[in-house]
Every structure is written in structure tokens, then in C-alpha cells.
């Protein structure tokens, strides 16, 4: 089971660093394509896209998954997911429907212009392809298909960025342009997805399976309202009082160093549903606990490469306009890092304290929201950086301290701050080396290895490095004998 995990994990990585990668790859897209406030004005509709797909999905993609990984029966499978499919299909439709009637209204509200009805006719449309692929990776996903999972993300992001490419930069369609490169990246995520689960569809709709699965999902919404406020209020907030320049630059430096996550987020994908099916195991908190110690090493690396070469890094990916984001990776980096966490804490997921989990998540978002009002009056951008930071650690921390009252898992949080305090030592010594640029060329790489091999030295013993390597020579040898 173990090895599996490990072998899923790896996959989900795998997947995970493919989306980032053309997460990352988009950003000069973006940036060496657009003026800051056009790309705010993207992120401010991409954020948008998100919400709607939680309010008109009412995360029955979960309920869908939960629902359907036990069950044996394939029939009974199959009136789960087609039920949902079809739920979902319906809710998007309308969406079009009302959306597109009224886009002109949309434009005006949401970007201030009267003249933006073509963009938000496919702001819209693509809205619909990606609540429709998600909920059909979700479903590979939780039918532990993680290498089609994988093939159909990679083909989604690959023909996004590629199609972005060819509809912004070469037949120079403007902002339409990005949301054309989402509609034709989604389509071909559908059909792949799509024609790796036709055996788990059929023309089957419940009302009573509908209502049971809603019965699950809908408490999960305001959880998910919370979630969403939370890690995206930030950027709601920034045009409001700043304008779409600045959200623009400070877009900029939350995307790169939102590099921090996809390690987490490719386990998520793996550890959700192994923690489900073996939660019940003697050794599955200590199994859980040493997987934790791998992802902080793997994280904190990246956190610590981005605070090393912060400047190196803009200068490759954006535009001289965005060299004010300097600042904001260096501090949205370790927010990225506290937040993503989470999955460390699966106590309450466990247990089924859904409206436990709206409560917390209500919560952080109320907090999170207020907190980005004030300080972004007395602070501007630095404030908002700030202010997701604190929120982002006093609520790793709660959702900890609760877990262990339902799940509980002993983790090494005292060797946690330990290795924080070297990445703190690191962007203190950079900091005053500044001017010392000779020096730092050398000293970088030097700061950067010392500082993981003490990680490795902090975080684990040597009888377990011994067996992480031995684990990774497995999972090498596997894929190559795949490969060839």
C-alpha cells in the first residue's frame, strides 16, 4: 500500500509539476504580451471563473467521489457520476445562457467598460469547460487513475498554453485571445477524461441520488466560499483600491511564488483518497507524519531557491514594468507553504465534521477579508502580502490543533520552525550582501546546498534516507522499464 502511495504520489507529481510548469510558462506569456493592468484585468476574471464554479457545481464533484470510491457495484457507480455529470451539465448551461444575454451588463460591472461583451462571452463559455473537466479529473482522480489523471491534465495545460500562445501573441486576439486558449485546452481535457471514464457513465438521473449527493456536497460549499475568500480576497481587493495596475504587479509575484504549492498539490491528489481507504490502519498516522518530513524538505527548497533568486527569476519571466513584485514572492512564498498544509490535517475530513470545516473556512475568509481592508488602506500591497501571511499561519495552526482531536499525528513542528529560522537566516544574509554582487554569485549556490542538506540532517534520521532512495531507485526503474 505504501509503495503504491508512493508510485501515485510520484505520478500526481508528476502531473502537478506539468501544470505549473505551464502555469509558470504563462506568465511571460502573459506579462511580455499584456500591460499590467490588462493583466489584472485577466486574473480579476480568472478569480471570478473559480468562484462560479463552486456556486453552480455545488461541489458535487466531491460528493460524487466520495460517494462512488467503495462502491463495488458498477451500476450503482454508474447513477452516482452520470447523475452528477448531468447536474453539472445543466448548471453551466444556464450559465451561458443568462450570461451571454447579459454580458454587456457583466463587462460593466465587473471591468468598468461598456465595450467588453466578446470577452465576457467566453469568460463565460470557458467558465463551462472548466467546471466540466474538473469534475471529470476529479473522477479520475478519486477511481485512483492516476497515470490517466495525469495524461489528461497534461494534454489540458499543454494545448491551453499552446493555444494562448497562437490566439494572444500570434493572430494578436487581445484579451479574448486567453480565454480562447482555456475553452480549446478544456475541450480536449473533456474528451480525453471523457473517454478514459466512458465506462462509468450511462444515461442514468436519481433525483434521489442527486439529493443524497447535494445532501453531502452543499454543506461543503460555504467551506469551500471560505477557502476561495480566503486564498483569493487579496486580489478581489487590490482593484478596488489600487486598480488593476497594480493587481497586475502584484499578480505577477503571487504566481511565482505560488511555485511552492504544486509539490503539495500533487500529493494532495494521492494522499486524499489513500488516507480515506487507510485511516483505519494502526501505522497510518506515522506512515502520514514521514511523508509530511518529505514534502517540507522538497517545499522549503523551493521557498528558499525562490528567496535566493527572487531578481534572477522576474528578470527571466516578466517585463521590467513588474520588478516591484520582488517583494511579494519573497513573502507569499512561506504563505503559499502554510496554507497548502492542510492536507496534513485530514481529522475532520475523516471524521465528516463538514459544517465544522464551513465554520473554520468562514471563518479564515472573514478574518483574511478584514484583514486585507485595513492594512491595504495604511500599507497598500505590502499590507495585503502581510495579511495573507498571518492569516495563513494562525489558521495552519488551527486546523492542526482541531485535527488531532479526531486524527491524531505527531509532527516534528519544532524541527518545522527550525528549518523557517534557516530560510530567514538566508534572505537576511542575502539582504545585506546586496551590494556585494561578485560575492553573491558564488555564495548563492552555497547558501542554497548548505541550507537542504541541513534540512535532510533536521528532518530525518539516516536509516530513513536510506530507504527514501531506495523507494525512489524503485519508482525510477519502473517508469524507465514503461518507457522502453
Keep these: 500500500m505504501v ?50 464554479c463552486i456556486i453552480l457545481s455545488q461541489e458535487i464533484y466531491q460528493a460524487v467521489g466520495r460517494y462512488t470510491v467503495d462502491i463495488r457495484d458498477l451500476i450503482e457507480r454508474k447513477k452516482y457520476v452520470s447523475t452528477g455529470l448531468v ?26 467598460s461598456k465595450n467588453e461583451s466578446f ?8 467558465i463551462m469547460g472548466n467546471g466540466i473537466f474538473i469534475l471529470l479529473r476529479s473522477q479520475l482522480r478519486w477511481l485512483a487513475m492516476p497515470v490517466r489523471f495525469s495524461i489528461a491534465n497534461f494534454l489540458f495545460s499543454v494545448v491551453t498554453l499552446l493555444s494562448t ?20 485546452g478544456s475541450i480536449i481535457g473533456i474528451i480525453v477524461s471523457f473517454y478514459y471514464l466512458r465506462g462509468t457513465f450511462s444515461f442514468f438521473f436519481e433525483i434521489g441520488k442527486l439529493k443524497e449527493l447535494l445532501r453531502f456536497s452543499s454543506p461543503l460549499v460555504p467551506s469551500s466560499l471560505g477557502l476561495y475568500f480566503s486564498q483569493n480576497s487579496d486580489r478581489l481587493i487590490v482593484p478596488y483600491f489600487l486598480g488593476f495596475y497594480s493587481l497586475g504587479i502584484y499578480t505577477a509575484g503571487y504566481k511565482i511564488s505560488s511555485m511552492v504549492t504544486f509539490l503539495i498539490a500533487g500529493l494532495d491528489m494521492a494522499i486524499t483518497p489513500y488516507i480515506i481507504k487507510t485511516y483505519r490502519d494502526p501505522d497510518g498516522p506515522v506512515r502520514i507524519e514521514k511523508i509530511f518530513r518529505a514534502v517540507l524538505i522538497l517545499a522549503c527548497s523551493f521557498i528558499l531557491i525562490l528567496q535566493l533568486y527572487t531578481t534572477e527569476i522576474l528578470l527571466f519571466m516578466t517585463d521590467y514594468e513588474y520588478s516591484d513584485a520582488k517583494t511579494y514572492i519573497q513573502i507569499l512564498s ?15 475530513w475523516i471524521a465528516k465534521k463538514t459544517r465544522l470545516i464551513a465554520v473554520i473556512n468562514i471563518t479564515y475568509a472573514a478574518i483574511t477579508i478584514a484583514l486585507n481592508y485595513i492594512l491595504i488602506q495604511f500599507f497598500g500591497l505590502i499590507g495585503i502580502a502581510f495579511s495573507i501571511l498571518s492569516t495563513a499561519i494562525t489558521f495552519c495552526y488551527i486546523n492542526q490543533k482541531i485535527s488531532q482531536t479526531y486524527y491524531p499525528i505527531r509532527y516534528p513542528w519544532n524541527k518545522f520552525l527550525l528549518v523557517i529560522c534557516i530560510i530567514l537566516v538566508n534572505l537576511l544574509l542575502i539582504t545585506i550582501l546586496t551590494n556585494f554582487s561578485i560575492y553573491l554569485m558564488i555564495l548563492k549556490p552555497v547558501f542554497l546546498l548548505t541550507s537542504m542538506l541541513l534540512f535532510v540532517k533536521i528532518l530525518f534520521t539516516k536509516n530513513e ?3 527514501i532512495l531506495t523507494h525512489t531507485k524503485e519508482i525510477l526503474h519502473i517508469l524507465s522499464e514503461k518507457i522502453t
Design 3 to 52: 509503495n503504491k502511495l508512493f508510485k501515485d504520489m510520484f505520478v500526481y507529481l508528476f502531473s502537478g509539476a506539468i501544470t505549473y510548469l505551464v502555469i509558470l510558462l504563462l506568465i511571460p506569456v502573459y506579462t511580455k504580451s499584456l500591460s499590467p493592468a490588462d493583466y489584472g484585468r485577466i486574473e480579476l476574471l480568472f478569480i471570478l471563473s473559480n468562484l462560479a
Design 87 to 112: 447536474f453539472s451539465l445543466v448548471a453551466y448551461g444556464a450559465l451561458i445562457v443568462i450570461g451571454v444575454a447579459n454580458a454587456q451588463t457583466i463587462g460593466e460591472i465587473i471591468l468598468n
Design 119 to 126: 470577452l465576457i462571452s467566453f469568460f463565460i463559455i470557458s
Design 165 to 184: 500562445i497562437i490566439f494572444l501573441i500570434i493572430m494578436n486576439f487581445g484579451l479574448i485571445g486567453v480565454f480562447l486558449g482555456q475553452i480549446v
Design 334 to 348: 512561506f504563505a503559499f507553504l502554510f496554507s497548502g498544509i492542510y492536507i496534513f490535517a485530514p481529522g475532520l
Design 465 to 467: 534516507i536510506i530507504v
